[in-house]
């Protein structure tokens, strides 16, 4: 079968399988944006959320006999893709342990907790008693988790670091919050056009703004500390925080592309089945309609968003720090940039 990327799927597995992680990202997948947006869309992949334990094992125990060339007789190449697929969905590239489920990128968006906040999200302008602190609250504890647990791992980071950059992220993304909800609030005292371009535009900026707030501080240790940078023969060369520093802008650059079609398609979608006599006889259905339109949005931007750059990243290494520009013959080298 035709590979995504347009390599074959017997050297795609033998690259997996045979030579590192980095190279297989670099040679495949990421080339393109198309390429990148397919593997992504298996990333967020809600029936990867309920893969057992057991499941778990076979995949990586199956991808482990093919790196050491025994694997058993009448395995196929679907049932070698499929394994690959659970393990990069569930396993971090950089510790290899598992990722706790509800902070999986397939767990922002799908059943567990993506749904939930939608909804509670939605209540905002259906009921009176919509509290506007808790929800960005929550919104905003969970991304913050989401981005720390998909951050780069090649530092240790101690669980000080991360409950400083988890008060600093999410009082940062709440405040911003609040802040919007005040200034729609007095939009009031506004005239009808000024008041419309408020509630129309002011939201994006504010959510992409604490979006970025939330990434970096949640991340900020590699600033700090750096990033491992490898060789295309998957050897650590050093850890840059030059690299560091790319890693984040281009992580939060996907955090401001992220709320684009959230706050665009469904608006203008409801307001066209609004309309219909459907809903103009059941206007209990607006709300959870409403919830299933933001849920497809965001389960389209998710992979659209983080497709923009490669998960590893490759950087020139005369850009980088004199003694990692030293230490390799290699002109680039590689970085996980997190998700």
Request: hydrophobic fraction near 45%; glycine fraction near 4%.
């Amino acid at each position: 079968q035709p590979l995504r990327a347009g390599v074959s799927n017997s050297i795609y597995l033998r690259a997996s399988a045979r030579t590192s992680c980095l190279t297989l990202f670099l040679s495949v997948f990421q080339t393109s944006f198309y390429g990148r947006f397919r593997h992504f869309l298996d990333i967020v992949d809600p029936r990867t959320l309920f893969v057992t334990e057991s499941r778990l094992k076979e995949a990586v125990q199956l991808l482990e006999d093919y790196k050491h060339g025994t694997l058993p007789p009448g395995v196929t190449n679907k049932e070698l893709w499929e394994a690959q697929k659970i393990k990069q969905a569930i396993i971090h590239p950089d510790t290899n342990e598992k990722i706790f489920m509800p902070f999986r990128m397939s767990g922002r968006v799908y059943p567990l907790i993506g749904v939930p906040i939608c909804l509670l999200i939605l209540l905002k302008t259906h009921s009176k008693c919509y509290n506007p602190g808790f929800v960005p609250w929550l919104n905003q504890s969970h991304n913050a988790c989401v981005n720390y647990a998909n951050r780069n791992a090649t530092k240790p980071s101690p669980t000080s670091k991360f409950i400083q950059g988890y008060l600093g992220a999410v009082i940062s993304a709440v405040s911003i919050a609040v802040g919007l909800n005040v200034l729609v609030q007095r939009a009031n005292k506004f005239t009808p056009a000024t008041r419309l371009l408020i509630q129309r535009f002011v939201p994006f900026p504010a959510v992409a703004s604490a979006n970025i707030c939330n990434v970096v501080l949640m991340r900020h240790t590699e600033l700090k500390e750096g990033i491992d940078v490898l060789d295309s023969n998957g050897n650590m060369v050093g850890s840059s925080r030059i690299a560091a520093k790319h890693a984040l802008i281009e992580t939060a650059l996907t955090r401001v592309v992220l709320p684009m079609p959230i706050l665009v398609l469904p608006p203008m979608i409801m307001s066209i089945m609004e309309k219909t006599s459907l809903l103009r006889s059941r206007p209990r259905m607006v709300l959870p309609v409403q919830g299933l339109v933001c849920l497809a949005a965001f389960g389209l931007a998710l992979p659209l968003a983080i497709s923009l750059f490669p998960q590893m990243s490759e950087i020139e290494t005369s850009r980088l720090e004199p003694e990692i520009a030293m230490a390799t013959t290699s002109k680039t080298v590689v970085y996980n940039k997190g998700l």
